[in-house]
């Protein structure tokens, strides 16, 4: 059991919650809403014990795992390292003992004395048992043994969140706290965690931005809105009619309130100077009374940002020529020969299972990575020509790219987003650039925040904000709906439908695909498919490779 008593949370001016007092219980799975940046994430590490609450405090299991927003800090780590990283008293332990150990031949009497101690936590964490426990948390999850020591970049989305659940698991937590599981997951992998999630016996918190996978999931939601969380029984979708209903009795109760209150003061009014003073003085007292029951109705943190991108000026015709492009990883052939052409104003969407090779796909496109050659190279050639076998661009293209991986681009640091953004165009100006924070719902002094402390869906808004900037003639999105709320799809997805320019985005977001794409090509294999919208519609292209990779897991 997990218990929250009386935490308060704010930042400055801004209120995310105040005199919280939850419950999350044993054998529950609670889902935990609510838009980009009402506080979700700040209070799950609040719940862990990764940041003070303001006011208040949690009790929580000794043992509890978390998996946090950021999938993308342990690219480099060995997976193995990864997992055990999930214990953290153990982990820091076996680090220091190992810098010690490199250092064996000079090892002072001190060094000597603490190499005992260490010994005596590895003993008491069962360290030595580690290894082959994560080992068999892996294999359980689906990752083969021949990854284990790799990096963590080797692996596909989908598996790198099965690691993160391996970390989250290891130590067999009693308390489960996942912040955003989902983001950059192809719908099997959804599918296979949510029946995983299903199966989990201690108390689970989840957040989660996607309806379905709530609905599938939870047995409660909490909920953060109104500057407080609030628990309701059932799925997301019985937490919206709850949610509703309750405002809209509270907002009727408010009513009558107001117009008694507008009665009684008229009449207090009419009559103060008159013969019925008694009669004023009851009804003042009642005034009174009336005006303290008006509930203090805070205002609802649900806001619709508005996104639309512009062009600077046009292209020309033909946008994009892919001619013979190749790529292979060690055995895996990303690309194999691949040939397209996009056309100016054409919406392209790029589907495909997790691992394909979508994102390598883009960045061959925009030449950040060179393609492999064709055929034979004569002995001592230079075979990194951009037009043998690369992507060519067409006349007066400008690209707009949105990476998968945020760090690629907005480097957490103290940097404020207003400098950040200012950087892309130094031209605009200090109206502009207000202007546009305030579309993309930056307010007050919102835009003055550091980068480190942006919110995931904070942070897709501003790299937004740099195209709409930008005003680019081409768009290449990596996924660009991970970590955004409903509001800010919906904004995203008209957006996209009015621009004028092209448009390449990945996507596993079945509604904008459909919403927004003229032209669907699949990935697999190292080739693109173009698919019809009623073959897309059927989902068949994702289900037939299903069983390959994964038979247990799938
Ligand atoms: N250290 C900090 N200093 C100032 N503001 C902060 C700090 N940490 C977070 N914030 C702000 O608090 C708000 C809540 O952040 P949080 O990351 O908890 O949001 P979230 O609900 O998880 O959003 P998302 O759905 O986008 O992930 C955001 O507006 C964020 O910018
Ligand atoms: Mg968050």
């Known amino acids: 059991m997990i218990s929250v008593n009386e935490v308060s949370m704010n930042f400055g001016e801004q209120n995310l919650f105040e005199d919280v007092n939850v419950v999350f219980n044993q054998g529950e799975r609670y889902g935990l809403t609510g838009p980009n940046g009402c506080g979700k994430s700040t209070f799950m590490k609040i719940v862990s014990g990764d940041l003070e609450a303001n006011t208040g405090y949690v ?34 332990v076996m680090v220091e003992k190992e810098k010690l150990l490199e250092n064996a031949e000079n090892m002072s009497d001190e060094d000597g004395i603490r190499l005992g101690e ?13 290894e082959p426990e994560a080992a068999e948390l892996l294999e359980g999850l689906g990752i083969e043994a021949s990854f284990h020591y790799g990096p963590l970049s080797a692996l596909t989305g989908g598996d790198k969140v099965r690691v993160l659940l391996a970390q989250a698991l290891f130590g067999k937590p009693e308390a489960l706290l996942l912040d955003e599981p989902t983001n950059a997951l192809d719908i099997a992998s959804i599918r296979w965690l949510e029946g995983f999630l299903k199966d989990y016996v201690g108390v689970l918190v989840v957040i ?7 609905n599938e999931v939870c047995t409660r939601i909490a909920d953060i809105d109104y500057e407080t969380i609030i628990i309701y029984p059932g799925d997301y979708d019985d937490m919206v009619e709850a949610k509703a209903q309750a405002r ?37 007292k009642q005034l009174e009374k009336e005006k303290n029951a008006l509930a203090n109705l805070k205002r609802s943190n649900i806001a619709r940002p508005f996104i639309r991108f512009d062009l600077a000026r046009p292209s ?34 790029i589907v495909g299972r997790n691992g394909v090779g979508k994102t390598t796909l883009l960045r061959l496109m925009l030449n950040f990575m060179h393609p492999d050659d064709r055929g034979a190279q004569p002995e001592g050639m230079v075979t990194t020509r951009p037009d043998d076998g ?6 007066e293209t400008q690209i707009g790219y949105m990476p998968q991986d945020h760090h690629e681009m907005i480097e957490k640091s103290k940097e404020t987003a207003h400098h950040w953004l200012w950087q892309w165009n130094s031209e605009a100006n200090e109206e502009q650039l207000r202007s546009l924070f305030g579309r993309l719902l930056f307010t007050k002094d919102e835009p003055f925040k550091r980068t480190e402390v942006l919110s995931g869906g ?25 970590h955004l709320d409903l509001e800010a799809i919906r904004s995203l997805t008209e957006a996209l439908v009015k621009y004028e320019g092209t448009c390449l985005f990945v996507t596993h977001d079945r ?44």
Not at 515 to 536: C, K, T, Y
């Open 316 to 349: 020309g015709k033909q946008v994009l020529s892919l001619n013979a492009l190749s790529k292979q990883f060690e055995d895996c052939m990303v690309c194999d020969e691949l040939h397209l052409n996009i056309f100016r104003g054409e919406k392209v969407a």
């Open 511 to 554: 509604h904008m695909v459909t919403q927004v794409a003229d032209r669907i090509l699949e990935m697999s294999d190292g080739h693109l498919r173009e698919l019809s919208p009623e073959q897309f519609a059927d989902g068949q292209f994702l289900q037939e490779k299903k069983a390959s990779k994964h038979p247990a897991a799938w």
């Open 458 to 482: 904070e942070t897709v808004r501003l790299l937004l904000a740099r195209l709409m900037l930008l005003k680019p003639n081409v768009l290449l999105l990596d996924e660009p709906t991970n």
């Open 208 to 214: 989660s931005h996607d309806r379905h996978f709530l």
């Open 118 to 130: 260490l010994e005596m936590v590895i003993a008491e964490e069962d360290g030595y048992m580690a």
């Open 248 to 284: 809209s009795s509270l907002e009727m109760v408010n009513a009558a309130k107001s117009r008694k209150i507008g009665q009684l003061q008229d009449f207090v009014q009419r009559f103060r100077a008159g013969s019925r003073a008694s009669q004023v003085k009851s009804r003042e």
């Open 390 to 395: 690369g992507a060519d661009w067409g006349y």
């Open 59 to 92: 009790s929580r299991p000794k043992k509890f795992g978390i998996l946090r927003q950021d999938h993308y800090i342990y690219e480099t780590k060995r997976v193995m390292d990864v997992v055990m990283m999930g214990n953290e008293v153990l982990w820091n």
